[in-house]
């Protein structure tokens, strides 16, 4: 299990910005950052998040929720800003995807505009896919990446690859105190059963004895990395000095085919259901792997949970979904 007290955290108590603070990601952050004594400020417009993540932090009086649309301007006072506010399950950024690309850079140039005004620092939830399909691996951050510009991921790839670009001309422009982590695929407790991504689609179809539905042959891979150990870089990175301004990789680069994985869920789960192989969706990057020397060196960070250890909890925490009924719930 992720020791989270091993890491710097915030010694004195900061007033936080998360935007999409209700999500899957965000709802852990927002724990982790009270349970640190923060202040914390969840903004998100449920779009993909809900309350139903952040019920247990209601009762904290250090806590407080917005609804508020990130393409908006909002005027605050924070110290620190995580900008996590962005659908990041394909068929939830593929839905409205003019509405994704205005999230990620209308949301960037709001939240930027936000930490100039008030001198806060601020974090960029990017992503993996700013390497696109990559044709070098695994992927280091000098990297430039291999992204169709005009597919059904470009929303989501280009709107992160446009949100680095402000991130860092207001840091050239403006001297912002900007921190980018590029995370690569995460999965824990709290991910949407329905989102359709991998892990959430695997173990729901194993758990309820439905075929495990392989895009393509499944020979493609993915690194998965456990959402605390990502919360964890997350918070190293927010704790780095004013000179590190990242793209910095996150995630865990134990690497294994989607096949292997459908394998290890029906192992795991002791499911009767068999594989099923479906069309591969346009633009799926073929390989991914992140090269994290870069997190070892300026954050000492790397993953503690490997994918059983994970795939367990994940697996139970769904399971509890399954038996309390409450999977069919909007996010
Ligand atoms: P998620 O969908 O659970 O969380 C996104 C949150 O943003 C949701 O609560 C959603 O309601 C909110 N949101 C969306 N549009 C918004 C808007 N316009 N205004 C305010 N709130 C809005 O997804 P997640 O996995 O928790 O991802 C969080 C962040 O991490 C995203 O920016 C995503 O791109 C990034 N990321 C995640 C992964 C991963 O594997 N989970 C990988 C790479 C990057
Ligand atoms: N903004 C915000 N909150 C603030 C300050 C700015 O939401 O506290 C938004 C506002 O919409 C603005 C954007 O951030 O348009 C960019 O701000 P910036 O100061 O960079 O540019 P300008 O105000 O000149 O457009
Ligand atoms: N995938 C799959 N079956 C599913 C869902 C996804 O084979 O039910 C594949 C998908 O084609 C991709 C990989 O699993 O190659 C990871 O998909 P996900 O949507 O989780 O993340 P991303 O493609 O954004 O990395």
Not at 32 to 61: A, H, W
Not at 215 to 240: H, K, P, W
Not at 297 to 322: C, H, R
Request: charged residues 20%; negative net charge; aromatic residues 10%.
């Amino acid at each position: 299990m992720n020791d989270s007290t091993s890491t710097p955290g915030n010694l004195s108590p900061k007033r936080i910005l998360v935007t999409g603070g209700a999500g899957f990601l965000g709802s852990h952050l927002c724990e982790r950052l009270l349970s640190e004594g923060n202040e914390v400020i969840c903004m998100d417009n449920y779009f993909t998040g809900s309350k139903q993540n952040i019920l247990p932090l209601m009762e904290n009086s250090n806590f407080e929720l917005l609804r508020h649309d990130v393409t908006f301007p909002i005027y605050l006072e924070i110290d620190e800003i995580y900008n996590l506010a962005c659908p990041a399950s394909p068929i939830h950024y593929q839905h409205d995807p003019v509405q994704t690309t205005k999230t990620s850079v209308h949301g960037a140039i709001n939240m930027l505009g936000l930490a100039k005004r008030t001198g806060a620092k601020i974090f960029q939830a990017s992503t993996s896919e700013v390497y696109g399909d990559p044709k070098v691996h695994p992927q280091h951050e000098s990297y430039w990446g291999h992204v169709n510009p005009i597919g059904f991921r470009s929303c989501y790839d280009e709107g992160k690859r446009c949100a680095e670009t402000l991130f860092f001309d207001y840091h050239r422009q403006h001297n912002l105190q900007i921190k980018v982590g590029r995370i690569f695929n995460t999965y824990g407790p709290r991910m949407h059963p329905n989102d359709g991504r991998v892990v959430s689609n695997f173990i729901m179809q194993a758990l309820t004895g439905e075929p495990i539905t392989i895009y393509g042959e499944g020979n493609q891979t993915r690194s998965f990395c456990y959402c605390l150990d990502l919360i964890d870089a997350f918070v190293r990175i927010m704790a780095t000095g004013d000179d590190f301004t990242g793209p910095v990789n996150i995630g865990n680069p134990d690497e294994f085919t989607i096949r292997q994985l459908a394998e290890k869920v029906i192992e795991m789960t002791g499911s009767s259901s068999k594989l099923v192989f479906n069309d591969l969706p346009s633009d799926d990057p073929t390989q991914r792997r992140p090269d994290i020397t870069k997190a070892k060196e300026e954050l000492s960070w790397e993953p503690k949970v490997n994918l059983e250890q994970g795939l367990e909890k994940t697996i139970a925490y769904f399971d509890g979904l399954l038996k309390s009924g409450a999977t069919g719930q909007k996010v």
